[in-house]
């Protein structure tokens, strides 16, 4: 059991870090080891959780308050109960990222990882993020995503974010205001943030994690839902990522114009905005008919690393259920995926701000980790087609006066300075990864870059 135990966690000293990776095991396993038992025994059997439970001293009316939450299957009451162990230590990791001691911290010292009761249901959320003048948006995700919406909007102080009336209250918004200045600087969007921030609030059991101009069909929840209904262990296992395949529109619009510096500086033309909303794709039939007229592509085709890996071909023949991802084609692998809402999941790095490496930092961790990969049939998200093009904008840029493009040149280098940043921040994530998890090609609970 103790193998096993070690194994699901990754808690292994293999490779060529295996020095330093030792004293990371040792100091962890001592504090943990107890907790990963009780939970390895949790999922072999569901209905033996309670008993993993320290007896706590308290009233009598604490302990039939604590009885009442037992039976909840509220998230927030299920995260307090399978609060920290008593007398586990914390598993001290300063990897220099905030994520990474979280999760450690957190695989040490739950009490147990049972996560969601048999009895309790499963739904999901859609989760959000964006700044206010992407907020049209939502009349249409509205009526493609039935259920809760948690939306996470990054704005200037000075504006009053106007919320979509034709959502009922289905939405919960969480504004996250700035000062002008802040606000204005792009690169210091902080997507993981407002990322995490709106994760915090899902009151489902799962949750889409998507970007607001990426668009759900129809059928998405109610797919989702169904196949919860059908196949429940699907989403039992909480170690497990659900991928939505991601298609663009991919034509030009004149929905919005934008110095290719910041989408909040975009204006949009409502009309021409709305004319296009009503091409995009909002079930499988119209995505083929869409792929076929060439006005659809693989999301995105200009980085297949990104998205390859979900492999279109096989998801065009895919009649039903979820399909296993064996391997991944690329490290760079960054779906939108469905995931549980459970205590482990690694939380987004709030250190990515702005455009690069903010996703796919959390699809490399929860891989790290252990998560498993599985395709959904039929159902798919649709970008929405982007603004003008790159070499539009540079032709305009070109008629501009030069005092203007000595302007366009500093934002430039300053986008060049923040790209490098980011990938070199991202490189040094991945070794903190490997240090506090060991080396993905060393484990066999990993999932493996194909031909590897
Ligand atoms: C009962 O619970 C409250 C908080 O809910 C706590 O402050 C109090 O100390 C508890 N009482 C006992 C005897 O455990
Ligand atoms: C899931 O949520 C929807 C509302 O979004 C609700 O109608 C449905 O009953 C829920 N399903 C379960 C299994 O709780």
Same mark, same amino acid.
């Given at each position: 059991?103790r ?43 569901p ?15 604490? &302990? *039939? /308050?604590?009885?009442? =939450? $037992? ?8 995260? +307090?109960?399978?609060?920290? @162990? %008593? ?20 695989l ?43 939306l ?25 205001? &700035? *000062? /002008?200045?802040?606000? =204005? $600087? ?8 407002? +990322?995490?921030l709106?994760? @915090? %609030? ?7 994690m ?47 114009s ?9 204006t ?5 905005c ?96 252990g ?23 540079q ?58």
């Amino acid at each position: 059991m103790r193998r096993r135990t070690r194994e699901r966690r990754g808690v292994h000293r293999r490779g060529s870090s295996e020095r330093t990776f030792y004293i990371v095991v040792v100091v962890v396993t001592c504090g943990i080891i107890s907790s990963l038992f009780h939970h390895a025994t949790a999922v072999a059997n569901p209905t033996s959780s309670s008993e993993a439970e320290p007896e706590p001293v308290e009233s009598k009316k604490n &302990a *039939t /308050k604590r009885r009442g =939450a $037992r039976n909840s299957c509220d998230l927030f009451d299920l995260r +307090r109960q399978q609060g920290r @162990s %008593r007398g586990a230590k914390l598993r001290k990791v300063v990897s220099g990222f905030e994520s990474i001691d979280r999760h450690a911290e957190e695989l040490g010292s739950l009490a147990q990882r049972q996560w969601l009761p048999a009895h309790c249901p499963i739904n999901f959320t859609l989760v959000t993020q964006a700044t206010p003048e992407r907020l049209w948006m939502l009349r249409w995700i509205c009526q493609r995503w039935e259920g809760p919406i948690v939306l996470a909007v990054y704005t200037d102080r000075s504006t009053v974010v106007e919320k979509e009336t034709s959502c009922g209250d289905r939405v919960d918004y969480r504004i996250v205001p &700035a *000062t /002008k200045e802040v606000f =204005a $600087r792009h690169n210091a969007y902080p997507v993981n943030r407002l +990322r995490n921030l709106a994760i @915090s %609030r899902v009151k489902t059991s799962h949750f889409l994690m998507s970007d607001v101009d990426l668009w759900p069909d129809v059928f998405l929840l109610r797919r989702l839902q169904a196949l919860a209904e059908a196949e429940p262990d699907v989403f039992r296992d909480p170690w497990r990522a659900i991928v939505v395949p991601a298609f663009a529109r991919d034509v030009k619009t004149e929905c919005s114009s934008s110095t290719a510096a910041s989408d909040s500086q975009s204006t949009y033309r409502m009309a021409e905005c709305h004319r296009e909303a009503e091409q995009m794709p909002s079930n499988f039939v119209e995505l083929k008919d869409c792929i076929i007229s060439k006005q659809c592509h693989i999301f995105d085709r200009f980085n297949m690393d990104g998205h390859g890996t979900t492999d279109y071909r096989s998801w065009l023949r895919q009649e039903n259920g979820v399909r296993d991802i064996p391997c991944f084609l690329s490290n760079r692998y960054e779906p939108y995926v469905v995931l549980a809402h459970t205590p482990d999941r690694p939380k987004f790095e709030e250190q990515f701000t702005g455009y690069g490496k903010n996703k796919i930092q959390n699809l490399v961790h929860l891989r790290y980790v252990g998560w498993k990969f599985a395709v959904l049939a039929r159902s798919f998200l649709t970008h929405f087609p982007h603004h003008k093009s790159a070499a539009r904008i540079q032709w305009e840029n070109k008629a501009t006066p030069p005092s203007q493009q000595q302007g366009a040149d500093a934002a430039t280098d300053v986008d060049a300075q923040h790209r490098s940043h980011m990938d070199k921040l991202y490189r040094n994530f991945l070794d903190a990864l490997i240090a506090v998890y060991g080396s993905p090609g060393a484990r066999d609970d990993v999932v493996r870059i194909c031909n590897a």
